[in-house]
């Protein structure tokens, strides 16, 4: 992790994963795609709260369902 925090200073990085709590502590702003598409974007917290993201990757709206 912190490899990639030093070589993505002052540039862009891509990373591809699907493990999102693997990324989430390096990146500034997530995208998830879904079926080829993009399904959201924004800081890593407010992507993982999106009801859209929760229902097609864990199949719930909420943490506390």
Known sequence: IELF???A???SLVIIDHKISKITPIVDRLVVMHQGSILC???P???IDSPE???VYWKYETWNN
Do not use: Q
């Open 53 to 55: 993201v929760r229902k």
């Open 45 to 47: 917290d407010e992507v």
């Open 9 to 11: 200073y002052g540039i």
């Open 41 to 43: 974007e924004g800081k």
């Open 5 to 7: 925090k030093k070589m």
